[in-house]
């Protein structure tokens, strides 16, 4: 069945280091966000497309983060250089064009030693 | 902009009972959605239940209820003859009438349901 998927799953690395993290989204939607999930300020929005333009992307650090669509079945988030307190969850979710749902990929652990 | 309140972070419940948990929100839009959000410790985030702001009635999915109360912001997830697959932490979210649109998330309540 269609789901949105994530690689990789899980991810440590060392701060400095660069870190991609991927997201297929459903075939036929053309929203995709990105959610950080972490204990301390929950469920946030870092950036979204629509129709593989970027439409707000003012929750992501501008320093260190950044997010493409390079075409339709494929979103990319970056950061580099990574530091600790990027640790998190890591969401993608892709959205139909006619409708409010949002379909959660599994999530990227992230942990930057 | 929009605020989600869940003032719950943890409940517990009875196997076969029911247990509410409650939500507010606060924003100036007049037309909007409201979801109930389920993540189980598999971390997969799944959608329980979706609300249309302009509906009266109240949505309903199987087991799960909620209570719209427009003027007062609020938005309550009744849950009935809970089950063990239950546990899970249940975030509250708000979206704008706009097709495809961001999610503002509550804090969420972790809900341990009792054998």
């Known amino acids: 069945d269609a789901r949105v998927t994530q690689t990789p799953r899980h991810k440590v690395t060392e701060m400095g280091q660069e870190v991609t993290m991927r997201c297929q989204p459903i075939l036929g939607h053309n929203t995709v966000f990105w959610y950080r999930q972490t204990m301390m300020q929950g469920l946030e929005l870092l950036a979204y497309f629509r129709n593989r333009a970027p439409l707000d992307d003012s929750g992501m650090p501008k320093d260190r983060f950044s997010a493409e669509m390079p075409d339709a079945t494929l979103a990319t988030l970056k950061i580099q250089p990574s530091e600790p307190r990027d640790s998190a969850v890591y969401f993608c979710a892709s959205g139909l064009p006619a409708g409010p749902e949002q379909f959660f990929g599994p999530g990227t652990r992230l942990t930057v030693l | 902009a929009q605020t989600v309140t869940q003032s719950q972070p943890e409940m517990s419940v009875q196997e076969a009972e029911t247990v509410t948990l409650s939500c507010t929100y606060d924003?100036?839009?007049?037309?909007?959605?409201l979801f109930w959000y389920k993540q189980p410790p598999s971390r997969q985030m799944i959608l329980v239940i979706r609300q249309e702001a302009y509906k009266q009635q109240n949505a309903t999915e199987n087991r799960f209820s909620v209570n719209f109360q427009k003027a007062a912001k609020s938005f309550s997830l009744k849950i009935s003859d809970s089950q063990l697959g239950d546990t899970a932490m249940y975030f509250c979210a708000f979206m704008k009438m706009s097709s495809g649109d961001k999610l503002t998330f509550g804090t969420g309540t972790r809900l341990a349901v009792r054998p």
């Open positions: 924003t100036s839009e007049n037309n909007y959605y």
